[in-house]
Structures are given as structure tokens and as C-alpha cells.
T-cell receptor, first 115, second 115 residues
Framework: GAVVSQHPSRVICKSGTSVKIECRSL??????MFWYRQFPKQSLMLMAT?????????EQGVEKDKFLINHASLTLSTLTVTSAHPEDSSFYIC???????????FGPGTRLTVT | AQSVTQLDSQVPVFEEAPVELRCNYS??????LFWYVQYPNQGLQLLLK??????LVESIDGFEAEFNKSQTSFHLRKPSVHISDTAEYFC?????????????FGAGTRLAVHP
């Protein structure tokens, strides 16, 4: 149990377009989901925390108007990168926290390339 | 606030040799501690965790870590590594304060196992 999926796994888009990434907890309910960004050979940096039915909490330095997060249900959160630029190219990873534990379960990640 | 220091960015080791990946943390409150493993182009997988109880925790594939409160360390060890253990390893902490919490990650240690 405790499987988290992300879709798509890879996406290439043109500069100026928007991209939506989905994060789903497949076999458990997640009241909280987290979005991370990882640059090559670096650690994960938390971008935002989202709770089902409420606005996301963004980390300092993360533009909330650029990285739109929606957590519409207990099993789905989406991250939309708006007006993407090449510097937004990165590996985006989500995680979901089970309602009954303190553990986070991570998705497989989405490789975004903006050309 | 919490912080995590992984002292070694890279650890090369020969197959069947022992290995230790070091992790130190800083926190003014009690914490939960985690080790995650990341294979290339994949998300993070939980390797082992310390929440409470015995300070020595083990994974199913031979890794172990010991929580040392006085030294604020949570070093990861394996007595005999395999080629398949080649991956990036991240140490992480979260405050023991109940509810959801942000994971604070170290910079990661790249374990490279050579034949």
C-alpha cells in the first residue's frame, strides 16, 4: 500500500505555455500533499504544502502565481507551472502524507523541460 | 528550525565492502528521522525511519541506522554493499510535534559501488 503516482512522467513544453502535473495517492487518503523541486545532483527543495480544500502554503521565494497548486480531493493535487520558462526546467516530485501517520510517500517525479 | 548535514557528497566503495553514510542534524525540539534512497530519474523511496523506541533501526535489505541523541546523528550503515545499492541517499528530519510537518532534507550522498 501507500502508492503515489504522478502524471506525466516527462513533459516538454515551449516557453510561455502552461503545464499541469498531477499527483495522486492511489490507495490511501492524503490530507496533506507536498510539492518539491530538485535540480540535478541537488537535494529536494520544498516548494509548497497543500491541504485538501484550502489554499496552499508556499515556501519563501516560491512564486504562488507562477506555481499554482490545487488540492481538490483527498487523493489528488495538481501543480500548474504557468508561463513556463527554460529556468523552470527541473524534476518535480510530490509526496502525500497519510491521514493516520507522519510518513510521506513520494511520487516517481515529473521531468519538465521548457524549450 | 531544523537543519540536516550530510558530510559526504560522494562515497565510492567496492562491492561487498562495508559503508557508512553520515548524517547530523540540528533541532531545538525532538525530531523524527528518515533515510530515503533515490535511483536515477525516480522519486524517493523510504529506506528506514526512527520515530521512537529502539535507537537502532533496520531495513529489509540490510541497511541500518542508529539514532544518537547526544551526537545528534543518524548515520546509515551496511556491512556489505551490492552494485544495486548505487544510488543517492538522503537523510531527512521532521519535528515531532504532531500533525503534518515539512521534511527537511540533507544535500544527499551519492553512493557508488564498484565491482
Amino acid at each position: 500500500g501507500a502508492v503515489v503516482s504522478q502524471h506525466p512522467s516527462r513533459v516538454i513544453c515551449k516557453s510561455g505555455t502552461s503545464v499541469k502535473i498531477e499527483c495522486r495517492s492511489l490507495d490511501f487518503q492524503a490530507t496533506t500533499m507536498f510539492w518539491y523541486r530538485q535540480f540535478p545532483k541537488q537535494s529536494l527543495m520544498l516548494m509548497a504544502t497543500s491541504n485538501e480544500g484550502s489554499k496552499a502554503t508556499y515556501e519563501q521565494g516560491v512564486e504562488k502565481d507562477k506555481f499554482l497548486i490545487n488540492h481538490a480531493s483527498l487523493t489528488l493535487s495538481t501543480l500548474t507551472v504557468t508561463s513556463a520558462h527554460p529556468e523552470d526546467s527541473s524534476f518535480y516530485i510530490c509526496s502525500a502524507e497519510r491521514r493516520d501517520s507522519y510518513e510521506q510517500y513520494f511520487g516517481p517525479g515529473t521531468r519538465l523541460t521548457v524549450t | 528550525a531544523q537543519s540536516v548535514t550530510q558530510l559526504d557528497s560522494q562515497v565510492p566503495v567496492f562491492e561487498e565492502a562495508p559503508v557508512e553514510l553520515r548524517c547530523n542534524y540540528s533541532s531545538s525540539v525532538s525530531v523524527y528521522l528518515f533515510w530515503y534512497v533515490q535511483y536515477p530519474n525516480q522519486g524517493l523511496q523510504l529506506l528506514l525511519k526512527y520515530l521512537s523506541g529502539s535507537t537502532l533501526v533496520e531495513s529489509i535489505d540490510g541497511f541500518e541506522a542508529e539514532f544518537n541523541k547526544s551526537q545528534t546523528s543518524f548515520h546509515l550503515r551496511k556491512p556489505s554493499v551490492h552494485i544495486s545499492d548505487t544510488a543517492e541517499y538522503f537523510c531527512a528530519v521532521t519535528p515531532d510535534s504532531g500533525g503534518y510537518n515539512k521534511l527537511i532534507f540533507g544535500a544527499g550522498t551519492r553512493l557508488a559501488v564498484h565491482p
